[in-house]
Structures are given as structure tokens and as C-alpha cells.
């Protein structure tokens, strides 16, 4: 009897084989993990994402249409993913191929399209299943685009990455993106009852620790029945457990992070905004957050050292200070003594006053400074330390504002032939609230001292 092949197990036995039934690799009765025994059957019983599975489902709709596209799966471990591609091909009535872009190459794409011809000449279509397609690269990528417009595959691709960095734009053209939740804790307590019923015995955990056990599992569904798993292996008998007889016997899972993937930069727009929306406890969060997932704090303070300049400015001129002493500090100090300040520093930015207006003054001018060119500043502003400089007007009718009334001339500093433009406007919180009231007193001096001027150019005119 032929026994089944590497092939078969990716891509399901070829017409020949599938005359004759393989032996089994493992016996009937060989033992299976929980998490693979509550595998859904049905689409219908995959938890957590009925915004795609549901009645109103997008997933749902094109199923009922009898039009299921390409689709990329995007979403974070243990959600369902491959489960969900495999149910797809049963209702749409194909048959189900699965490759992993870790262990797979041009070799193993070519067999696996070569299969999906032979299938679709003889009336049967393909659900092609590639996991981690992000890991394939450019030309790999590329090399789905035939067989997917052609029809000769419906491509279903799953990724934890964020596709519009990790995949071309071209599949992206071709495939619709699906993202799928990371499993709330509604989803998950209804696993770890389905695990109850399973087993025909109820998890050895008090209420508090059953709530720890399902943020434990960080919305990773086959993580938490893996660890329910080991729960319900204990001998009976033993006694129920609390949260800290919990942590005892589990290990705590690493908090998912990449310091060079989306994620890295999810948090720290998190951090970022949370400092910007004024609430220091979930910019702490964020910051502890990035630790734990072993971020630089290096990375940190500079972030935050960016914040205080854009987004806190002079509506709170300590804060630009206080960050470089954070950071100094940290650097002094290191891991994780440092650590502290730069909490400091984030509690620092996210009770400061706001204002922006130094960054949009700043861009503004930038702007103008590109649009006006070569533009001179105008020549009582300019040095002259030749003769010729004096002869040609260099310097005349400077005003030195130290010695102008309350240290003021109100002379015009802008390029002659421009209008005089305002790209510093203060927001009137913090300390630019009395920076406000000082521009103002200027313009007005400044407004005064024009008429002042005007009726003496009248006045020398008519004489």
C-alpha cells in the first residue's frame, strides 16, 4: 500500500493516490492537543471574528454570492487564520492546498500550481493557502499573479504583518484584505468553556484567576488552550487556584513586539498620542509597554525628546530641558535605574500644556522660504563695513531697539516686496499665554509706529 508523501500532506493526495487510501502516519487513537480537537468544524463556530464570519460578515456575503475572492488574511497569532481558510474551501466547494512561505520555494510553488492545472482541468478548483506569504520575497510574490488571474488558484494568504509594507502591490491589487481581531475576552472565556465541555471537567481556577489566565493568553486563542490544557492535566483532586497559585504553575507569555515591525511603530504612535491627548497614565502604559517588549529606551527618549519640542513647545519651556536631563540621566544611570526618569519624563509630558505652534510656525516658514526664493533682506538691516556698502544705503535708517522706547523700534525685518506674514501663532496655553500678550502689545506698537512714520513721509512730502 503506498504510503503518503510530503506532497500529500501539503497539497492533499494527487488524483492517482486519492484512488487508494494511504496508511495512516500516527493510529486513529493517537492523542490530540486540545487546541486541535476544538478546531472548528464550521465557520460558524470560529469565535471572535463576526465581522467577517458573521451574518453581515464580508467573508460571509461572498460565500452566498458564490463569489469568494483571493483574500489575504491579516491578523495576530491564534486567531484563526488557517482554520478559516480550510472551512472556506469546504463551503465554496474546492479543494484545499496549503504551503508555508518559511519552508516552501520556487520548487515547491511550481508543483503546487502544475496540481492546481491538473485539478481544474478535470472540474475541480483550488483553494491555495500560503502562511507567512509575507516571508516570500518580491519575485516569489510575483510569481502568484498568473495563476490568480487566470483563476487557475483562489489565493488565500495569512500574515501577522501589516500587508501594505510586507506584500507587493500587485497582489495586493488581486486579493481582498481581511483583518481578523485579536480574540477579546468574551471569545475567550467561550473557548475555555468549549474546553470544559470537551473534557467533561471544569477548569481548577477561581474566578480572579481565570480572568488572568484569559489576559494570559494576550487574545491568542490556541496559546490560552494550550495553557488550559496543562490545567486540566492536573491530577484530580488538586486544589483550585488564585491568581498567584496561577502564575506559579504558568509561565508568562513574552508580550507580542517587533522592534523592526508594525507593531514597534503602533506602540509608540499609542505613546505618542496618549501624550499628546494629556493623559499621563496610558502614555505610561505605552512606555511600559515598549519596555517590556524589549524596545531601547534609547529609541524612547528620543521620541520623547521630539515630543517635547513639537508638540508641548513653549507653552512649556521646561519641557524640551526636561528631556534632555532624562535622557543625560539615563545615560548616566542605564538599565534600569534609568528607567525612572524617563518615566518621569513621560509624566512630565503628558501633564505639560500643549501648543504646536512653534512646529506649524516653523513648517510655515519653511513654505515661504521655498516660494519667495532669493528674496534680500531689506538694507537697513544689513551690515556695511566698506565705503561702498555706506554709498549704497547698507545699514541707513537702522533702528537699534535697545534704544528705542521700551526697547521697540517696530521696523520691518521682512524681505522688501513681501508682505509681512505672521507663521508663529501662539496658542495661548502655558507659559505661551504670556508670550501671546507680548506679541500683541508689539503689534500694536508696531501698528502705531507705521502711522507714526506715514504721516511723516505726508509731512515731508507736502513741505
Not at 497569532?77 to 488557517?82: A, I, R
Not at 472551512?87 to 508555508?100: N, T, V
Not at 488571474?149 to 504583518?161: F, H, I, P, R, Y
Not at 481556577?205 to 494550550?226: P, S, W
Request: proline fraction near 6%.
Amino acid at each position: 500500500m503506498p504510503r503518503k508523501t510530503q506532497t500529500d500532506d501539503l497539497f492533499g493526495a494527487s488524483p492517482a493516490a486519492s484512488e487508494t487510501p494511504a496508511e495512516p502516519l500516527l493510529p486513529t487513537d493517537a492523542p490530540r492537543p486540545l487546541a486541535d480537537r476544538l478546531r472548528p468544524a464550521r465557520l460558524e463556530e470560529v469565535v471572535g471574528q463576526a465581522h467577517l464570519l458573521g451574518p453581515q460578515g464580508s467573508i460571509s456575503r461572498m460565500l452566498e454570492r458564490g463569489a469568494l475572492a483571493s483574500l489575504i488574511l491579516w491578523g495576530p497569532p491564534g486567531v484563526g487564520k488557517t482554520t478559516i481558510a480550510r472551512l472556506l474551501a469546504e463551503a465554496a466547494g474546492l479543494r484545499f492546498a496549503a504551503l508555508s512561505a518559511v519552508f516552501s520555494g520556487v520548487a515547491d510553488l511550481k508543483r503546487a500550481f502544475d496540481e492546481a492545472r491538473a485539478r481544474r482541468r478535470s472540474g475541480q478548483g483550488t483553494l491555495l493557502f500560503v502562511d507567512e506569504i509575507h516571508r516570500f520575497n518580491r519575485a516569489q510574490q510575483d510569481g502568484f499573479l498568473p495563476v490568480v488571474e487566470d483563476g487557475t488558484v483562489t489565493l488565500v494568504g495569512a500574515t501577522t504583518e501589516n500587508p501594505s509594507f510586507a506584500l507587493n502591490g500587485a497582489i495586493l491589487s488581486r486579493c481582498q484584505v481581511m483583518v481578523l481581531r485579536r480574540l477579546d475576552d468574551a471569545a475567550l472565556e467561550l473557548l475555555l468553556s468549549r474546553a470544559e465541555e470537551e473534557t467533561g471537567q471544569p477548569m481548577p481556577l477561581d474566578e480572579a484567576a481565570r480572568g488572568v489566565l484569559r489576559a494570559m493568553a494576550d487574545g491568542d486563542g490556541r496559546y490560552l488552550l494550550n495553557m488550559a490544557e496543562q490545567l486540566l492535566a492536573l491530577p484530580a483532586g488538586s486544589p483550585i487556584l488564585d491568581p498567584a497559585g496561577l502564575a506559579t504553575l504558568l509561565a508568562k507569555r513574552a508580550a507580542l513586539y517587533d522592534k523592526d515591525r508594525e507593531e514597534h511603530y503602533n506602540l509608540i504612535s499609542a505613546l505618542h498620542k496618549s501624550l499628546r491627548g494629556s493623559d499621563p497614565d496610558a502614555a505610561l502604559y505605552w512606555f511600559c509597554r515598549m519596555l517590556e517588549g524589549g524596545e531601547d529606551p534609547r529609541y524612547i527618549v528620543r521620541r520623547l525628546t521630539r515630543f517635547a519640542a513639537e508638540d508641548v513647545g513653549l507653552a512649556d519651556p521646561t519641557a524640551l530641558p526636561a528631556a534632555i536631563a532624562a535622557w543625560e540621566t539615563y545615560e548616566r544611570l542605564g538599565s534600569p535605574e534609568g528607567e525612572l526618569a524617563l518615566a518621569q519624563l513621560v509624566v512630565h509630558l503628558g501633564t505639560a500644556p500643549k501648543s504646536n505652534a512653534v512646529y506649524a510656525g516653523y513648517n510655515a516658514a519653511r513654505r515661504a522660504a521655498k516660494e519667495t526664493g532669493s528674496l534680500a533682506p531689506p538694507p537697513h538691516i544689513l551690515n556695511a563695513p566698506t565705503k561702498l556698502m555706506k554709498q549704497l544705503g547698507y545699514g541707513q535708517g537702522y533702528a537699534y531697539d535697545h534704544e528705542a522706547e521700551e526697547a521697540f523700534s517696530g521696523q520691518d525685518y521682512f524681505p522688501e516686496g513681501m508682505e509681512r506674514m505672521q507663521f508663529y501663532q501662539p496658542a495661548g496655553r502655558g507659559h505661551e499665554a504670556r508670550i501671546l500678550e507680548r506679541l500683541q502689545h508689539w503689534a500694536k506698537l508696531r501698528g502705531e509706529r507705521a502711522q507714526q512714520e506715514t504721516g511723516r513721509d505726508d509731512r515731508t512730502r507736502r513741505a
